[in-house]
Nanobody, 128 residues
Framework: QVQLVESGGGLVQAGGSLRLSCAASGRTFSSLAMGWFRQAPGKEREFVAGISGNGRSTPVADSAKDRFAISRDNAKNTMYLQMNSLKPEDTAVYYC?????????????????????WGQGTQVTVSS
């Protein structure tokens, strides 16, 4: 059983920055692959970034490369998404997610259907 709680969303002007946090409760956080997804109006939920249990695999979607960075602190059971140079098209509800599977310590999955646990979401709005 894993529970996830996101925080850090808000309203920011284009070019600004936000840092999202995802706090997890569970017995084996370091075994979980973690991911950030977002969903904008009229669009499907999409992968933004992920991080393996050991923190060494950190894929980022093309739309966010060189602007977003994902990290985790296993001692604090927390994952982060640092978002810089934000654009209006980044506006969405951002969700953290977790998955446990053979290899989740080492690699990341990018499909929403591959994740087992989800947070409630946090709104990010970028004005122009």
């Amino acid at each position: 059983q894993v529970q996830l709680v996101e925080s850090g969303g808000g309203l920011v002007q284009a070019g600004g920055s936000l840092r999202l946090s995802c706090a997890a409760s569970g017995r084996t956080f370091s075994s979980l692959a973690m991911g950030w997804f977002r969903q904008a109006p009229g669009k499907e939920r999409e992968f933004v970034a992920g991080i393996s249990g050991n923190g060494r695999s950190t894929p980022v979607a093309d739309s966010a490369k060189d602007r977003f960075a994902i990290s985790r602190d296993n001692a604090k059971n927390t994952m982060y998404l640092q978002m810089n140079s934000l654009k209006p098209e980044d506006t969405a509800v951002y969700y953290c997610a977790a998955a446990f599977y053979a290899g989740s310590v080492f690699f990341v999955r990018a499909s929403p259907g591959q994740y087992d646990y989800w947070g409630q979401g946090t709104q990010v709005t970028v004005s122009s």
